[in-house]
């Protein structure tokens, strides 16, 4: 969301702008890290392209501006002159708003990661941690290369988390909308052929019977019932506790366990190098990478670990003593520590753990793939096997 605002800076001097923020609460927490006093705040419209309501920033949209951005950079062009042409080139309605707003608070004077992290819906707390660091390194062009690299491969591992979810997700469905048409549309004609026989129904054509008739009256109540699932489920992951129940099952699924786990230490191991590469401290890096992990273990294991650090630990040992970790990142973070080189060694491991994740996608393809279609072809033959039954009576009884 959008917001106007206006604040009160440390000398009590009146400032107004537009910062990009979950909610109010949010907005003053994004201000007071700019030493700014929030006094009033409005959502404002972002429609101001036609089409930008249906239009969203895809993260290949920002890795592109990235690499844009770095290019220009490294070629010696000018920082609000850079904004100037890509505004000019991006097709985005949304992003190129964000990109005009950027430009002009970098006119103002601030700096770029400041100006960012006024967006987070955008730029995230790691991408304005690197760029952060590349400021204060001179070595900006250079980091921004990095940010984009990181966005592409963190897309490519949701792209391959997506893809293997796809297709079970449709045959599933698909099996289900085949077993409610037959229940609602094609077992009430073996009804009225049942009917005035006198032949004493079996019990699992009575019970299928029942349901179609819940089925073909009650229609409406299966979609009801399919969306009031989702949205249930949905509420339940959103609250915090509901998470990281919700995480704590997925771990612990024979088929999705693994794979879920392969996924989290794929994105931790690329976030940790990309950051420590660009010269961003090792305990923000921990703070950062458990936010992109994605599972509540996993994250609370890494901040638990950064405690420990700071405390005095070494980087491997609290990570290893957590059990989130597989003994061979844990390893190669000890090698990483040791040789001085821990950058160098996550970056190696994230290529493994990226190798592995696809090998995890086809076995997970593999593994669903007949479970499905076997419940397709148990609860289709249920149905099937309940309509013949009465049929098999009914010849015993002319014979």
């Not at 250079?142 to 690299?149: C, G, I, Q, S, Y």
């Not at 026989?197 to 819940?214: H, K």
């Not at 959103?238 to 612990?252: C, H």
């Not at 821990?342 to 491991?349: A, G, M, T, Y």
Request: hydrophobic residues 50%; contains cysteine.
């Amino acid at each position: 969301m959008l917001y106007k605002y206006i604040a009160l800076d440390s000398h009590g001097k009146k400032t107004d702008g537009e910062m990009e923020a979950s909610s109010p609460v949010e907005l003053k927490k994004l201000l007071r890290q700019e030493k700014l006093i929030l006094v009033k705040a409005s959502k404002k419209s972002k429609l101001s392209k036609k089409g930008g309501m249906f239009q969203r920033v895809k993260a290949k949209d920002i890795a592109v501006f990235t690499r844009g951005l770095s290019t220009m950079i490294n070629a010696g062009v000018g920082l609000i002159r850079c904004f100037e042409i890509l505004e000019s080139q991006i097709q985005n309605p949304k992003l190129k708003e964000v990109v005009s707003q950027i430009k002009e608070e970098i006119s103002s004077g601030m700096p770029l990661a400041a100006c960012l992290s006024k967006h987070p819906k955008y730029f995230d707390k790691l991408y304005v941690s690197m760029v952060k660091a590349g400021e204060a390194s001179g070595m900006l062009d250079v980091v921004l290369m990095k940010v984009a690299t990181s966005l592409e491969k963190s897309e490519e591992i949701k792209g391959k988390v997506k893809g293997a979810m796809i297709y079970p997700s449709v045959v599933f469905f698909t099996a289900m909308v085949v077993m409610f048409f037959m229940l609602a549309f094609i077992i009430p004609k073996f009804m009225l052929l049942f009917e005035g026989t006198g032949v004493e129904m079996p019990l699992l054509t009575r019970m299928v019977m029942r349901a179609s008739e819940i089925a073909s009256k009650y229609w409406y109540l299966f979609f009801a019932g399919v969306v009031g699932i989702f949205y249930g489920m949905k509420k339940i992951i959103g609250k915090p506790k509901g998470k990281r129940y919700f995480d704590i099952i997925l771990l612990k699924m024979p088929l999705l366990g693994p794979f879920v786990r392969k996924t989290a230490m794929a994105r931790f191991t690329r976030t940790m190098s990309t950051l420590l590469n660009s010269g961003v401290t090792i305990l923000m890096s921990f703070d950062i990478a458990a936010e992109i992990v994605g599972n509540t273990l996993i994250a609370e294991a890494i901040l638990g670990a950064k405690d420990s650090i700071r405390d005095g630990a070494s980087i491997y040992k609290p990570l290893a003593d957590s059990g989130q970790f597989p003994a061979m990142v844990t390893d190669m973070i000890e090698v990483g520590e040791e040789s001085g080189q821990l950058s160098e060694i996550l970056e190696k491991v994230a290529d493994f753990t990226e190798m592995e994740l696809e090998e995890a996608v086809r076995n997970l393809l593999a593994a669903f793939e007949p479970l499905i279609i076997l419940f397709m072809a148990v609860g289709v033959g249920i149905l099937i096997i309940a309509m013949f039954l009465p049929l098999f009576k009914m010849s015993d009884v002319v014979g």
